[in-house]
């Protein structure tokens, strides 16, 4: 199995464009979060999934957007890039709720200039 | 608010000594507990995890983890550490939701 993965592994934006990060996994997990890691401030949740057409916002949700339209995919789209999204961003599954423990991709790291 | 603090930013211990890394949360009731590892350019992989039960479990790669109540604690042991475990861990917590919150992380050295 592939489990989850995410691309492009890396990119880089000018401050306006907008573009998606894109994720997939094949585990037939129920549960799909997207995470942004920056220097000193661990993990954060940005959008979750509970399932096909379920999504919810997490802690950092501004200028990100997030779709669920089938259980594999969970596509993360960036409206109008800033500087301040410039981070590596996680996608992560999980087959049950809170107890699983996610399982990671490999990230994407984004630079906006 | 629920919170996850790893008071550790970096750590450095010499080969084959042990290791304790630091969790402690806030939260009214016991949450899931977990620990991840990161290796650089790498995504994380899950070490270990508490759910009920046992409050010491074991994970890969020779890790165990303490759960403490009394202390809203969860650390992370290994009694000998390789060069391989030089990385980054994240302690994390689930709160019966479906978000993880994460700690800051802890960077480990090891020194031959």
């Known amino acids: 199995n592939a489990g989850v993965t995410q691309t492009p592994k890396f990119q880089v934006l000018k401050t306006g464009q907008s573009m998606t990060l894109q994720c997939a996994q094949d585990?037939?997990?129920?549960?799909m979060s997207w995470y942004r890691q920056d220097p000193g401030m661990g993990l954060r949740l940005i959008h979750y999934?509970?399932?096909?057409?379920?999504?919810d916002q997490g802690e950092v949700p501004n200028g990100y957007n997030v779709s669920r339209s089938t259980t594999e995919d969970f596509p993360l789209r960036l409206l109008s890039a800033a500087p301040s999204q410039t981070s590596v961003y996680f996608c992560?599954?999980?087959?049950?709720?809170?107890?699983?423990?996610?399982?990671f991709g490999s990230g994407t790291r984004l630079t906006v200039v | 608010a629920q919170s996850v603090t790893q008071p550790d930013i970096h750590i450095t211990v010499s080969e084959g000594a042990s290791l304790e890394l630091r969790c402690n949360y806030s939260?009214?009731?016991?949450?899931?507990l977990f620990w991840y590892v990161q290796s650089p350019g790498q995504g994380l992989q899950l070490l270990l995890k508490y759910f009920s039960g046992d409050t010491l479990v074991q994970g890969i790669k020779g890790f165990e983890a303490e759960f403490k109540r009394s202390q809203s604690s969860f650390n992370l042991r290994k009694p000998s550490v390789h060069w391989s475990d030089a990385a980054e861990y994240f302690c994390a917590v689930g709160f019966n939701t479906d978000k993880l919150i994460f700690g800051t992380g802890t960077r480990l050295q090891v020194f031959p």
């Open positions: 999934s509970v399932g096909a057409g379920i999504t």
């Open positions: 992560a599954s999980s087959k049950t709720q809170g107890a699983g423990g996610y399982t």
């Open positions: 585990m037939n997990h129920e549960y």
């Open positions: 939260y009214g009731a016991t949450p899931y």
